[in-house]
């Protein structure tokens, strides 16, 4: 069998090799999905459903993970996480990518497989949904629950109608008929409705079943034409509708292993237009067994006890069959590998022919009993159908078999026959025989009505008494004991009734109404005559258990008697306890399976048995001690042997002494509404329950009087506390203060030496600023006096120069002047670039170390303003501290009167200091002023030197120009006199180099430029001997030119001083 464990995976194949018709057992592949972990377990799958086209099945699991099997492509993919179990699922809307899930929150949620997003979400009911049926179109569907059902618009999402039922009256199943506009509506109370889908109109109505074939329909199934209605219930009977007709048309008997039907389900055939014949029951056992409803043949099953099935779905093409088993996995059948199986040739059989009975009812005419024979042929051939009724005499049973009827379909000689053949019932249906047994009504809406009423004070604390650690086990018991007290006042005030209904509490904890029930039952019918000697025990009853014990063990007894052992001792510990302290739990469970089987006075029995099988133990006790311990604690004794004993000492004592005539038969609780219990002394119990409330006043009373001296006392201690707390909060003020004041002298003395070094600091700036103007006047003044000196040193040496000049003038003449005045004028050219060059290099310097000046005055002026903000800053924190010291002090005004004068004087210096800090603002406004007028005088000046320059370089340019054209004009003449004079002296050979020095000369005259020197050019003085007149006028134009040069120099100096004059210091003086 292959095998698809979805693990943790979101998709994957489903099978490796799919099986097909050779599948064993039918079985494809057997789905599980298992979760790793330090725990590992396997996820139950709740629900399953197919497609429209029945290649896709959804499957739901315990965690609200929602699968879709690919069927055709072998895959499956993880689809939704819903986070709570599905209670059902539909796959057949209209969108084929959409599908309807039933959550255990009661809604009813929409999602699409395709993009796995949530569609729609609808509420509305108040009770987990059973069922979802869609109808043909896929447009609407309707949602059963087991107090309503709702019709839904699956185009909107929108609730169209609602059917409500009376409370009494459960819904079973609600939905559509095939090919039909008709909604069919099944109830609990055996009524079926068909409504017209458009108007909702009642169409019809099943009538109830013909006498002797009354069935309580659980389940139901329709064929895919809507012909035929299936129904079943609690019993092996199937009732066969015709719903054209709407008559039962045939009632089918299934084998005696079926005793309930849990499922219904047609399994559809391409080839029989819809009236489908085979259908598919699932009985209690867990198997799925599939029948002809026309042969009544039993054609194949699925299923076994070891593999129980839960439920089945059937795909609509006929092909698959998904069940989900006991284990929690999901099975795959092929149904054609199921009818290969059915189809074998069956072995030879050998029948007897009976005589049928003469007189058949109406009912015994519909009744058809299933066979478990194979069919000869294939059980989809109509050909092959063979008619093999058999009819069943179902003559007038006695009023001992009526009797011996239980619910469920079981029997009570049969469950006591099972009883003595096993010793107990299986444990998988035990609860579900016991309830059988004690025919429980479940009344829910009188249940209701005692838990509506909440806990009952008398078990409010129960938890003292009885600390049981499981929480839920005990709310259950306090639920329970207070929905008894509720029912009778009597269970309020009896100690014991904890100790007896604790057993089925934790056997029935999951269901509330069964326990009450159960409880409720036992105390009613093998508890009689209990409460009759309220609040003793019940002696009347133990009288009886003593009768008994003396005719069948006088010897026990009498040894009982010697040590003064009573039965409230050895009896009563047994009854109250309902042996649940000295038996195990495996044999508790098997000793009520028979006390539930036997008449109420088996109880009674069963106690006596235990003591007479305890016989040896007993004997040999000879303390009283003992025997109270023997009967409260478990004891070596077998239970198999003292359920036997009971049975015979139910047989074997005398009628007398037997309790079974003076305690009822079994009577069951009736339903609707739980019987009045008062057989009890009801004045007894009404005192005691007044001497228990006024009790519980006085306890209240004393309760709250404790609480207040409680309340008062921790009144108390808080007061103190505070008080203390109010000193100790004083004493810390005081030492704040005095550290305060501490701080206070110290920032007094920080104060003053701040003000010390202010002071120091005042007065370092102010010596270091005159010591910076004296410096620079110095440096100013030594830089005029050198200029000076520089300007008379040029003077002398120009006028040296001039001397010399004229020296070398007057004694070169004869011997080659004009080469000596060429040099002459090299020199004086050099000598008045390297002046100029000087002076241009000292105006410079003289400017860099003004400019370093006056950054250095604007530094100090930015570290004075700092110092000054800093002290501004220090006053305002001062001042803010004076004002938040002021404001802490108000409240103190007695003890802080002498701190006020000298925060009047302290506040008096702040005030000083602010006007000197004014005075400084002002002070330095003015320097400021002064600063920018200065900057302003010395811009303006600059202005004006600067178009005097202009001017000077304009005039300059001229002269340049001008005496340019004069040296060009006197040179041309003397070349035209020496070339005259050439012939006549015979001094070729100088004038060649004359002319080429005063070319040489030309050239470096034009490459001078025009910065006011003159160059001497006149050549005059050149010319021969011969020619005086005209050496006498050059020697005078000579002259006039170095006096022009003398002139120009003298204005040049001029200028100098008046573009640069000596810096002088202001008169002001810097302050702090």
């Known amino acids: 069998m292959e095998r698809c464990d979805v693990g943790e995976r979101r998709r994957g194949p489903i ?50 993970n929602i699968y879709v099997f690919d069927l055709n492509g072998n895959r499956f993919n993880l689809v939704q996480r819903t986070m709570q179990a599905c209670t059902a699922l539909a796959f057949n809307l209209r969108r084929k990518t959409e599908f ?22 609808m509420r509305g009911h108040e009770s987990s949904v059973s069922s979802i049926s869609v109808h043909g179109s896929g447009k609407y569907a309707i949602t059963t629950s087991t107090d309503t059902a709702q019709l839904w618009d699956l185009d909107t999402f929108q609730r169209i109608r609602k059917l409500n039922v009376r409370q009494s009256v459960g819904i079973q199943k609600v939905f559509f008929l095939p090919l039909s506009n008709t909604i069919l509506s099944c109830f609990k109370d055996n009524s079926v409705f068909a409504w017209e889908f458009d108007t909702l109109h009642c169409k019809y109505q099943l009538s109830a079943p013909v006498e002797g074939s009354v069935l309580f329909y659980k389940v139901f199934a329709v064929t895919r034409d809507g012909q035929t209605l299936a129904a079943g219930g609690k019993s092996n009977h199937l009732h066969l509708w015709c719903l054209e007709l709407k008559r039962l048309i045939k009632i089918i008997q299934m084998p005696e292993k079926v005793r309930a039907v849990r499922h219904l389900e047609f399994l559809p055939d391409s080839f029989d237009g819809g009236s489908n014949q085979v259908l598919g029951v699932l009985s209690q056992d867990n198997i799925m067994r599939f029948i002809n409803i026309e042969t009544c043949k039993l054609l194949f099953d ?29 099975n795959l059948y092929s149904v054609q590998a199921l009818t290969q199986e059915g189809n074998k040739p069956p072995p030879f059989t050998f029948k007897v022919v009976e005589d049928g009975p003469k007189y058949t009812s109406e009912a015994n005419k519909l009744i058809t009993k299933v066979t478990s024979e194979r069919s000869k042929g294939p059980w989809k051939s109509k050909q092959s159908k063979i008619q093999s009724r058999l009819l069943k005499l179902q003559a007038n049973t006695s009023l001992e078999n009526k009797e011996n009827e239980l619910p469920g379909g079981l029997n009570k000689k049969r469950l006591q026959a099972l009883l003595k053949g096993f010793g107990e019932y299986p444990a998988k249906y035990r609860m579900f025989v016991w309830r059988s047994l004690l025919q429980l009504p479940e009344n829910h809406l009188a249940f209701s009505s005692l838990i509506d009423r909440g806990i009952h004070s008398a078990y409010l604390n129960i938890q003292k008494e009885y600390p049981i650690k499981s929480g839920k086990l005990l709310r259950v018991l306090q639920r329970t004991l207070s929905a008894l007290a509720h ?18 509490v934790k056997l029935f904890q999951n269901n509330q109404l069964i326990c009450f029930e159960v409880v409720a039952t036992v105390v009613v019918n093998f508890c009689q005559h209990w409460f009759e000697y309220f609040p003793n025990p019940p002696i009347n009853v133990l009288g009886i258990m003593e009768n008994v014990l003396a005719h069948h063990d006088k010897e026990l007894l009498q040894h009982l008697i010697k040590y003064n052992v009573t039965s409230q001792v050895y009896a009563w510990p047994l009854l109250e306890t309902l042996l649940s302290e000295v038996l195990t739990r495996e044999e508790w469970l098997k000793a009520f399976d028979n006390i ?67 305690l009822d038969d079994f009577t069951p609780l009736p339903k609707g509404q739980y019987p009045v219990f008062n057989k009890y002394p009801v004045f007894i119990v009404n005192y005691q329950a007044q001497k228990w409330e006024k009790i519980r006043e006085d306890e209240i009373e004393y309760l709250r009087e404790r609480q207040l001296a409680h309340e008062s006392e921790a009144k108390a201690q808080e007061r103190k506390a505070e008080d203390e707390a109010w000193y100790r909060k004083q004493k810390l003020l005081q030492e704040a203060e005095e550290q305060r004041q501490k701080i206070l002298l110290e920032e007094e003395k920080l104060a003053e030496q701040r003000q010390r070094l202010a002071v120091v600091k005042r007065e370092l700036k102010v010596k270091e600023l005159q010591l910076l ?20 040193c040029l003077d002398d040496e120009t006028a040296r120069k001039a001397s010399m000049r004229q020296q070398e003038t007057n004694a070169v003449q004869d011997i080659e002047p004009e080469s000596q005045k060429k040099l002459l004028e090299q020199h004086l050219i050099k000598d008045q670039e390297a002046v100029t060059k000087e002076m241009k290099e000292e105006v410079e310097a003289h400017q860099r170390k003004v400019d370093l000046e006056d950054q ?31 404001t802490d002090t108000s409240g103190r005004l007695q003890p ?31 320097l400021l002023k002064a600063m920018r007028e200065t900057e302003e005088k010395k811009q303006e000046d600059a202005v004006q030197n600067k178009a005097q320059l202009e001017e000077e370089q304009k005039a300059a340019a001229a002269a340049d120009g001008h005496r340019k054209q004069f040296f060009d004009d006197k040179m041309n003449d003397e070349l035209e006199l020496a070339e005259k004079l050439q012939r006549e002296d015979g001094c070729f050979e100088r004038l060649r180099d004359l002319r080429a020095r005063c070319t040489e000369r030309g050239v470096e005259v034009q490459q001078v430029p025009g910065s006011g020197n003159i160059c001497l050019s006149d050549l005059s003085t050149l010319a021969s001997s011969p020619h005086n007149r005209r050496r006498a006028e050059l020697a005078r134009q000579e002259r006039e030119l170095m006096a022009e040069v003398r002139r120009l120099r003298r204005r040049l100096t001029s200028r100098a001083r008046a573009r640069h004059p000596p810096a002088h210091s202001p008169a002001t003086t810097w302050s702090p």
């Open 15 to 64: 099978w490796t090799r799919r099986a097909g018709a050779a599948a064993p057992r039918g079985v494809i592949v057997n789905i599980i999905h298992s979760v790793q972990g330090y725990h590992s377990k396997t996820v139950h799958f709740l629900n399953v459903a197919f497609d429209s086209s029945g290649d896709s099945l959804l499957a739901g699991d315990r965690q609200g």
């Open 100 to 121: 309807l899930v039933a959550l255990a929150d009661y809604s009813i949620k929409c999602f699409d497989t395709g993009t796995q997003e949530l569609v729609s979400w």
């Open 302 to 330: 699925i299923g076994s006890p070891e593999e129980g099935i839960s439920t089945a779905v059937i795909s609509p093409n006929g092909r698959y069959i998904a069940s989900v088993m006991e284990n929690g996995s999901l």
């Open 487 to 504: 029912w009778s006042a009597i269970f309020a005030e009896t100690p014991y009734i904890p100790l007896l209904a604790f057993p089925f």
């Open 596 to 662: 539930f089987s036997n008449h109420p006075s088996y109880f009674l029995m069963i106690v006596v048995a235990y003591v007479i099988c305890s016989r040896a133990a007993l004997l040999h006790c000879n303390q009283a001690a003992d025997f109270e311990y023997f009967f409260h604690h478990r004891n070596n004794v077998d239970i198999n042997v003292v359920i036997k004993e009971a049975y015979h000492l139910m047989e074997a004592t005398p009628l007398d002494i037997h309790p079974q005539h003076m």
């Open 773 to 792: 103007d004296a410096s620079r006047r110095r440096f100013l003044n030594y830089q005029q006096d050198q200029l000076q000196m520089e300007l008379k």
């Open 856 to 886: 250095r005055v604007r530094r100090l002026i930015e570290i004075d303003k700092e110092e000054i903000q800093k002290a501004h800053t220090v006053a305002e924190e001062n001042l803010a501290r004076a004002e938040q010291k002021h």
């Open 896 to 926: 802080q009167r002498r701190l006020r004068r000298n925060d009047q004087d302290r506040e008096k210096r702040y005030r000083e200091i602010v006007k000197l800090l004014h005075d400084n603002r002002v002070k330095e406004a003015e």
